[in-house]
């Protein structure tokens, strides 16, 4: 029998006006996004519905906006019987992903991730770090070309075959984009991001979160995660700490992801969250799986 697996999207999907259209149109959206809303210790809402973009864009108001988005449309999916045998998320899209799995409650999940962006600006701010996207070349062939460049840069994001995004020090990412188009990269672009993420320069953020999880009342999940760092199955808190630890620094193997939920029978995802990025990554991984967008009530009311 076919499988339904929910994805969620990661930074840089986000508008300024997200949510806002749930929220003023459905009585359930506007009750869990109150429920976030309330427990934050800054006016999300105002960031998320009215901005500026430059407020909206910062790393500690652009994460946790992303996921209390992902986990109204994932509660307003549910509510129409539509249920996942699979969750996983992009980069910070995880998070919304343990919320959906049910490893933490609805306001619970929006709060951790609040504080992954506040210690992930507190450390970018303090090391000259940054990333660049790799178009064209195979992943092996950029691991490989990274290990002769001085200074610290590696392959993070592994986003499709023909995609990869490298982090690190901005010298050494200079370096390296200059080196990989000579090995054959179509593109080597730097990205307008705040920080190394995803690097060994991050571990940081990753001792910080983990001491910041040991507060909050894990559970088993319902649902299997599809881990970033691995690209296989967790169901355990102590698997999701230790996830949650590990990804701040470590990579995000989407490609595998995609591939291993195929292999446990997923024909069908539906992307859940602001924009269509995951979407386009997941028809490069397999054309062969149906992918669903669900970002507006327009969305939800189309489906069968």
């Known amino acids: 029998m076919s499988k339904i697996a929910f ?3 990661g930074q ?22 109150d429920n976030i809303f309330n427990k934050m210790n800054f006016d999300l809402k ?3 519905f009215n901005g500026p973009e430059s407020a909206l864009k910062e790393t500690k108001n652009t994460q946790p906006a992303i996921v209390a988005m992902s986990l109204v449309l994932n509660k307003l999916l549910q509510e129409k019987g539509i249920k996942p045998d699979f969750v996983a998320g992009h980069s910070v899209g995880e998070y919304a992903a343990l919320g959906a799995a049910g490893f933490l409650s609805l306001e619970d999940t929006v709060l951790l991730t609040a504080a992954r962006g506040q210690f992930m600006n507190d450390v970018a701010s303090s090391v000259n770090g940054g990333m660049a996207a790799i178009i064209g070349l195979e992943s092996d062939t950029i691991v490989e070309v990274l290990k002769n460049i001085d200074g610290i840069v590696e392959a993070v994001n592994f986003n499709e075959p023909k995609q990869t995004v490298i982090a690190g020090e901005v010298e050494a990412i200079n370096k390296a984009c200059e080196a ?53 199955e967790i169901t355990t808190p102590e698997e999701m700490i230790e996830e949650i630890y590990s990804q701040s620094f470590g990579p995000v193997k989407w490609v595998d992801t995609i591939k291993n939920l195929k292999a446990a029978g997923v024909t069908e995802i539906y992307e859940i969250g602001p924009g269509k990025v995951l979407a386009g990554l997941i028809k490069k991984i397999d054309k062969e799986i149906i992918v669903k967008n669900i970002e507006k009530l327009e969305d939800l009311e189309n489906i069968a």
């Open 7 to 9: 994805v969620f999207p």
């Open 12 to 33: 840089g999907t986000q508008y300024v006006g997200m949510g806002k259209e749930l929220y003023e149109n459905n009585e359930i959206a506007k009750k869990e996004f």
């Open 46 to 48: 105002d960031v998320m």
């Open 180 to 232: 990989l188009k000579e090995a054959g990269a179509r593109r080597a672009m730097p990205l307008a991001v705040s920080g190394p993420f995803h690097s060994s320069l991050m571990k940081p953020v990753g001792e910080k979160l983990k001491e910041e999880a040991l507060k909050y009342d894990f559970k088993n999940s319902l649902i299997p995660l599809m881990a970033n760092t691995t690209g296989k």
